[in-house]
């Protein structure tokens, strides 16, 4: 089957695990109730918390982690692939991973992400953030696959690292890539759309971004539009900033009709750089 349907969760994730559970699982529902058999929840699922204590406070090990333990059941019983954005979950006393992931019909997972790009900015409204001082960075791409094709995943400020993307459609197989995230409200409104649109484009890709938006109770607000793109870079549905489920039906045959069109993933050439005041190397 080439066509699936396709539901992006939207979010205002609070500093409470069980409640963001709770939340999300009735948007799932929401989801599966509308024919969804794909659903994409965002980053920072299960928490956004700005104090290491309370944060370290909250969360637990993969193997313990309730909401983790939750969405398992959720996708089993509804029988739908459940893409869980990201859970923060500890992997040492004072190290989190930021982990994604994609859990099969069964309740089984499929396939685990840690993000790679840690957000670590100074913004010029004088919002700092500094990612890596409770995560721990990850060093594997990852791609899955569904039964409708193969899915990259990446995470939020992963957005911004376009040959991981190359990497996940050229020799990962790619044809859906995916951004769950939790973008700040400046950088969203600047960049945000053009950013998701060029990745979809350059590699041909559906992409589905499932977002975080709205004012969460630390204070932070995050820019929601969760998006879904096609692989010619057209915006096929767009939420707004509340919570809410977004849906559509993605045909796969889409992604070999625009790389006939334009197949650049063909195209790439080694090369070598130099300074162009630098002389070229005399032959032997």
Request: charged share 25%.
């Given at each position: 089957?080439?066509?699936f349907r396709a539901?992006?969760v939207?979010?205002t994730?609070?500093?409470?695990?069980?409640?963001?559970?709770?939340?999300v699982?009735?948007?799932?529902r929401?989801?599966?109730?509308?024919?969804?058999?794909?659903?994409?929840?965002?980053?920072?699922t299960?928490?956004?918390?700005?104090?290491?204590?309370r944060?370290?406070?909250?969360?637990?090990e993969?193997a313990?982690d309730?909401?983790?333990?939750r969405?398992?059941?959720?996708?089993a019983?509804?029988g739908?692939?459940?893409?869980v954005?990201s859970?923060?979950?500890?992997?040492?006393?004072?190290?989190?991973?930021?982990?994604?992931?994609v859990?099969?019909?069964?309740?089984s997972?499929?396939?685990?992400?840690?993000?790679?790009?840690?957000?670590?900015?100074?913004?010029?409204?004088g919002e700092?953030?500094?990612?890596?001082?409770?995560?721990?960075?990850?060093?594997?791409?990852?791609?899955?696959d569904?039964?409708?094709g193969?899915?990259?995943?990446?995470?939020?400020?992963?957005?911004?690292?376009p040959?991981l993307?190359?990497?996940?459609?050229?020799?990962?197989?790619?044809?859906?890539?995916?951004?769950?995230?939790?973008?700040?409200k400046?950088?969203?409104e600047?960049?945000?759309?053009?950013?998701?649109?060029?990745?979809a484009?350059?590699?041909?890709?559906?992409l589905?971004?499932?977002?975080?938006?709205?004012v969460?109770?630390?204070?932070?607000q995050?820019?929601?539009?969760?998006?879904?793109?096609?692989?010619?870079?057209?915006?096929?549905?767009?939420?707004?900033?509340?919570?809410?489920?977004l849906?559509?039906?993605?045909?796969?045959?889409?992604?070999?009709a625009v790389?006939?069109?334009?197949?650049?993933?063909?195209?790439?050439?080694?090369?070598?750089?130099?300074?162009?005041?630098?002389?070229?190397?005399?032959?032997?």
């Amino acid at each position: 089957m080439a066509t699936f349907r396709a539901a992006l969760v939207q979010t205002t994730s609070s500093r409470l695990p069980e409640r963001n559970a709770e939340a999300v699982e009735a948007l799932v529902r929401e989801a599966a109730a509308q024919g969804a058999q794909y659903v994409q929840t965002p980053e920072n699922t299960n928490i956004i918390e700005h104090e290491a204590d309370r944060f370290f406070a909250a969360i637990s090990e993969e193997a313990r982690d309730p909401v983790l333990k939750r969405l398992r059941a959720l996708a089993a019983e509804l029988g739908i692939w459940l893409h869980v954005g990201s859970l923060a979950v500890k992997v040492a006393e004072t190290k989190a991973a930021n982990r994604a992931f994609v859990i099969a019909p069964d309740g089984s997972v499929a396939a685990r992400y840690d993000k790679i790009h840690l957000f670590d900015v100074d913004l010029a409204n004088g919002e700092q953030y500094r990612e890596s001082a409770k995560i721990r960075a990850g060093g594997e791409a990852v791609t899955v696959d569904l039964p409708w094709g193969r899915l990259g995943v990446a995470i939020c400020y992963d957005l911004r690292f376009p040959h991981l993307f190359r990497a996940l459609a050229q020799e990962g197989g790619a044809g859906i890539l995916s951004v769950p995230a939790a973008f700040t409200k400046p950088t969203g409104e600047a960049h945000w759309h053009v950013l998701l649109r060029a990745r979809a484009i350059e590699n041909g890709c559906w992409l589905l971004a499932a977002a975080q938006g709205g004012v969460h109770e630390t204070g932070r607000q995050t820019y929601g539009h969760s998006v879904i793109i096609d692989p010619w870079g057209r915006v096929v549905a767009e939420a707004g900033t509340d919570p809410c489920v977004l849906v559509a039906d993605i045909d796969m045959a889409e992604v070999a009709a625009v790389r006939g069109r334009v197949p650049a993933l063909q195209h790439d050439r080694d090369f070598t750089l130099r300074a162009a005041d630098k002389p070229l190397k005399a032959s032997a």
